[in-house]
């Protein structure tokens, strides 16, 4: 499966961050009945990498009888003006390390991260037996979210309605995506949610129309409803986006392709829910 490339927005790498290391996270989706028999299909990768496990994921609901285990290491490039090269130098220089067979990846590269998919079962097995795909990130500082001070985006809160008070606030993403496989929607839907936070999970992926709509828990933010949208449309770079919608205390905000893709990126949507507010919803 190829990852289809996300338009790129202009980022600007904090004078701070040059010079940190730049993080690696490795992403192994591997054929397991549990989480201990998942960590031990990545015990020998875990010994060759480094590094340490930071998460595992039981990802049966979108592919049977998987798991996905994620490790965290340092990597041995740092952060630079040149960011974008600095982030795919790293992606290519660990799958060299994996081994001679491993061809040269294709990188896509969004600031402030980089990533391909290895995806030959055979090639990966002597790594992680019964892995079904290999996913390499690179990432430069920490989490958008954590951020203040981005720019007024399209969007904003509009009628003259009271900003919210300050609190905490959950921010979710649906992203609409033209594919037959469930697999192809979900990657690259988190392709586009790492822009806006590094740790969404997906909750569920369902049909839309034509379209498979993958549905992400982007987690907290610090700021109010208002803030948090804006934020995560800067991150995210795109032009063309509706003014917020606004249901009580919680905002969604809209964005289509035009003309629609055959294949690819269809839409997107982002609702801020205060967390007093959060309900989860269990779909049928």
């Given amino acids: 499966m ?3 490339r996300v338009p790129r927005a202009s980022w600007t790498i904090r004078v701070d961050m040059v010079g940190e290391d730049l993080e690696l996270l490795i992403t192994a989706v591997v054929a397991a009945d549990d989480e201990q ?4 299909a990545c015990a020998a990768l875990l010994r060759q990498v480094g590094g340490r496990v930071v998460r595992a994921s039981d990802c049966s609901d979108e592919e049977p009888g998987c798991w996905s285990v994620t490790i965290s290491r340092v990597s041995g490039e740092r952060a630079t003006q ?3 090269g600095a982030l795919a ?3 290519r220089t660990f799958v060299r390390q994996l081994g001679e067979r491993f061809p040269t990846p294709r990188v896509s590269c969004e600031p402030p991260t980089a990533w391909t998919v290895l995806e030959d079962p055979v ?3 002597d790594l992680v037996p019964g892995a079904e795909r290999l996913l390499v990130e690179a990432w430069a500082g920490g989490d958008p979210q954590t951020h203040s001070g981005a720019p007024a985006a399209a969007g904003g809160r509009s009628g ?5 008070e300050r609190g905490s606030t959950r ?3 649906r992203v609409d995506v033209a594919t037959d496989r469930s697999a192809g929607a979900e990657w690259q839907a988190r392709a586009v949610a790492s822009r806006v936070a590094r740790s969404g999970k997906i909750t569920r992926v369902a049909p839309h129309g034509h379209l498979l709509s ?3 828990d982007l987690g907290s933010s610090v700021n109010s409803p208002t803030v948090a949208l804006r934020d995560a449309v800067v991150s995210l770079g795109r032009s063309g986006w509706t003014d917020v919608e606004w249901s009580g205390s919680a905002g969604t905000i809209r964005w289509s392709a035009a003309p629609a893709p055959g294949t690819g990126i269809a839409a997107l949507e982002l609702t801020a829910t205060p967390d007093s507010a959060f309900v989860w919803t269990v779909p049928d």
């Fill in 2 to 4: 190829a990852l289809s």
């Fill in 123 to 125: 090639l990966l097995d």
């Fill in 214 to 216: 993958v549905h992400i």
């Fill in 171 to 173: 921010l979710a993403l």
């Fill in 37 to 40: 028999q998942a960590r031990a």
């Fill in 89 to 91: 130098r790293a992606v």
């Fill in 160 to 164: 003259g309605e009271p900003e919210p």
């Fill in 82 to 84: 040149n960011v974008a």
